[in-house]
């Protein structure tokens, strides 16, 4: 690492996973690209951490807190941190060697972005293939490092490829503390406002989906609690609608957030809720009105045969989604 302040500070949120951290370490300390300071935030675990991470106390800053979930662990990296960039590291997941030297030659190419990522492989349990994100996933397929100057509300980025400016997340609002899931997409959104991002197609990283109860993997817990998935989404879209925003951005969201208020209706409708599903549906048709969005608002309220013909259509052009690795 330099003597000086380092040009980049890796935090690495970690909670019960003794198991793997290490790894997610050593494959920082594999990088090509050396100045760089490690910040590991132990958020409050019970397991073996603390002995696990002893062979690196001298090489990594060591932060342990009370259990307070991802995003504080990330803000105490953050706040902690000296590096210009911040590179994100969950301790599950592991960097190839060339990652830091690739991003850093990208964002000195495009000087404007306030976040860089790169592709990622989707390392799957039980002996499944890994898979591509940004072609399989994201359906984005480019050759060459791309500029994307307006990239709101896409989700080019997973957090272990992260490379975002301090200067930059601190003006956005840090990670939101409320949140357990979507946490991640939610800062990149607001960060989306401030600048472009680079994204970088080759796979210089690696996200592992293991073994692991619900209270650790918070994708586990997204599947599980479908409503608090479409709650948290609408939250960070009426979030971002209170910004300064663009006319085109403005109307994107509220189309965002109208799509969202209607998935969560039909949520409600298959648990069998149809006072809750009917008013998710109503709010759907204020929040957006539309012509052509009185066929669904009807559809809503026509019952479960309606409903239903609706999901098949739905499901019939839905292609592959990462979420099908928590599944197996």
Request: charged share 20%.
């Amino acid at each position: 690492m330099s003597c000086d302040l380092p040009f980049i500070s890796v935090v690495i949120p970690s909670y019960n996973r003794s198991h793997c951290v290490c790894n997610a370490i050593l494959s920082v300390m594999s990088q090509t690209f050396t100045d760089y300071e490690i910040i590991v935030v132990d958020d409050g675990s019970t397991d073996n951490t603390e002995e696990a991470l002893q062979p690196y106390l001298l090489k990594i800053a060591h932060i342990f807190q009370k259990n307070k979930g991802v995003s504080a662990a990330r803000n105490t990296g953050i706040r902690a941190a000296k590096g210009k960039w911040i590179a994100f590291l969950d301790s599950d997941d592991e960097w190839l060697p060339g990652k830091l030297a690739q991003q850093v030659k990208d964002v000195s190419q495009y000087p404007d972005a306030v976040l860089s990522c790169t592709n990622v492989s989707f390392e799957g349990k039980n002996g499944m293939v890994s898979i591509d994100f940004l072609k399989t996933c994201r359906n984005f397929v480019s050759h060459q490092v791309e500029f994307i100057q307006e990239p709101l509300c896409k989700s080019y980025a997973c957090t272990s490829t992260v490379l975002a400016r301090r200067d930059a997340i601190f003006a956005a609002g840090l990670f939101d503390e409320e949140l357990s899931i979507y946490e991640d997409i939610d800062l990149f959104f607001r960060l989306s406002l401030l600048g472009g991002f680079t994204v970088n197609p080759a796979i210089l990283a690696r996200a592992y989906r293991r073994d692991e109860p619900a209270d650790v993997n918070l994708s586990i817990q997204a599947l599980n609690d479908r409503v608090k998935n479409y709650e948290s989404l609408i939250k960070i879209f009426q979030k971002l609608l209170n910004g300064q925003l663009q006319l085109k951005q403005r109307v994107f969201l509220q189309e965002k957030l109208s799509s969202s208020w209607f998935d969560l209706g039909l949520v409600y409708h298959k648990m069998k809720f149809p006072n809750k599903a009917r008013r998710c549906f109503l709010v759907s048709f204020q929040t957006k009105p539309s012509f052509g969005k009185i066929f669904k608002f009807l559809i809503g309220f026509s019952g479960s045969m309606g409903i239903n013909l609706l999901e098949q259509r739905r499901n019939a052009k839905t292609g592959f989604r990462r979420s099908v690795y928590y599944q197996q």
